[in-house]
């Protein structure tokens, strides 16, 4: 299975800042990645899908990047309700793993 | 949008059969994922069927045991599950899929595997 590492596991920051949350392939999946968000007792909200194309509705702040085994997603002003945790997704093979999920804190 | 089936607790070695059901697409047009949460734990992808019912995929620790599924004429997707373990208890998520992403998520069903 193609395993996904997102990096940090958790972070602390300010509302205003600009965050950075990485996640890594073993294996190349082109632009095949997606971005969820997720709050407690709330199913995930997806964000970003095919790397770089931000799903309808969702606040442009957010944003996606990378192609292959390497990807970001970028928070580029933190808000009061970005605090959550956030997971990528690779849809190029089966199974479509998850990475480890990273939680925003609030600092 | 898409409404799951209520919470169940079944004993280990049991089996059980989860459905969603869609409100606003006909699920002829789309792949259909089951996705499951351990309690407190992250996500995990468990299968998906394609928009045409002619291919199934499932992670590694559910096959031979769990069995994804479609009615079209009732619209209703399914995942029949048997042989449970403790380490199904989850929180299991049906979830509309769109390529590389899955846009639309129930809001989930709980299993709890217990004796």
């Known amino acids: 299975a193609n395993q996904l590492t997102q990096t940090p596991s958790s972070l602390s920051a300010s509302v205003g800042d600009r965050v950075t949350i990485t996640c890594r392939a073993s294996?190349?999946?082109?632009?095949?990645l997606a971005w969820y968000q997720q709050k407690p007792g709330m199913p995930p909200k997806l964000l970003i899908h095919?790397?770089?194309s931000l799903e309808s509705g969702v606040p442009s702040r957010f944003s996606g990047s990378g192609s292959e085994t390497d990807f970001t997603l970028t928070i580029s002003s933190l808000q009061p309700e970005d605090f959550a945790t956030y997971y990528c997704?690779?849809?190029?093979?089966?199974?479509?793993?998850f990475g480890g999920g990273t939680k925003v804190e609030i600092k | 949008q898409l409404v799951e089936s209520g919470a169940v607790v079944v004993q280990p070695g049991g089996s059980l059969r989860l459905s969603c059901a869609p409100s606003?697409?006909?699920?002829?047009?789309?792949?259909m994922h089951w996705v499951r949460q351990p309690p407190g734990k992250g996500l995990e992808w468990v299968s998906v069927?394609?928009?045409?019912?002619?291919?199934?995929y499932y992670v590694d620790s559910v096959k031979g045991r769990f069995t994804i599924s479609k009615d079209s004429r009732k619209n209703l997707l399914y995942l029949q599950m048997d042989s449970l373990t403790t380490e199904d208890t989850a929180l299991y998520y049906c979830?509309?899929?769109?390529?590389?992403?899955?846009?639309?998520w129930g809001q989930g069903t709980l299993v709890t595997v217990s004796s």
């Open positions: 979830a509309k899929g769109i390529g590389a992403g899955a846009d639309f």
């Open positions: 606003t697409f006909n699920l002829d047009d789309y792949a």
């Open positions: 069927i394609s928009w045409d019912g002619g291919s199934t």
């Open positions: 294996q190349g999946i082109s632009s095949a």
């Open positions: 095919g790397a770089s």
């Open positions: 997704q690779q849809f190029n093979s089966y199974p479509h793993t």
